[in-house]
């Protein structure tokens, strides 16, 4: 075993937290649009609050082991690695700068004594939530088909295009906010 080879398993295993984040968040929004008490809310966004502790853990194992693999290779000059870098900032900005935001005040709001369960359910309904969740998905999928494409540029370039558009149809073509809390 050489030190590539653990290196490469912590990056697969960031990319691994960070799915696995993905999926919590899915199922919490879930949980929430299908609440049928304030307290139902209130665990869902209670367990939406560990989302954070897997990006703490997978954004460090990816970037950092990313860049070790990245030099190991001599790869940064090629294409593939510059457009993953900004799909990795395009998550991070839609991740900790929209829907992290909005999942902390809906949690906030409902554990007011006031809180009611229509408010929560509506705030959880926000198609910004659906749009940001669905377009990293596609983002994080388009890097990992760089990853193994190793492609130029404009292929990758053109592969995150692809990515955003999917994941905004995605997000447009999702179950309508009725239809989730039915």
Do not use: N
């Amino acid at each position: 075993m050489t030190l590539y080879s653990v290196i490469l398993f912590f990056h697969v295993l960031g990319v691994v937290l960070l799915f696995a984040a993905f999926g919590l968040e899915w199922v919490c929004l879930r949980g929430i649009r299908r609440a049928a008490s304030i307290e139902q809310v209130r665990a869902w966004t209670g367990a939406a609050a560990v989302t954070p502790r897997f990006h703490a853990f997978s954004g460090p194992l990816i970037i950092f082991a990313g860049a070790y693999l990245a030099t190991k290779m001599q790869a940064w000059p090629q294409g593939w690695i510059s457009m993953s870098l900004l799909g990795v900032v395009g998550m991070m900005a839609l991740g900790m700068g929209v829907s992290a935001p909005r999942m902390r005040a809906l949690g906030k709001a409902s554990m007011q004594p006031s809180a009611l369960l229509a408010d929560s359910i509506g705030r959880a309904q926000a198609p910004v939530f659906r749009y940001s969740l669905r377009i990293r998905l596609a983002l994080g999928l388009g890097i990992i088909l760089l990853m193994g494409s190793k492609s130029p540029l404009g292929i990758s370039a053109a592969v995150m295009g692809v990515a955003v558009v999917a994941g905004l149809i995605a997000g447009a073509v999702g179950p309508s906010p009725k239809a989730v809390s039915a």
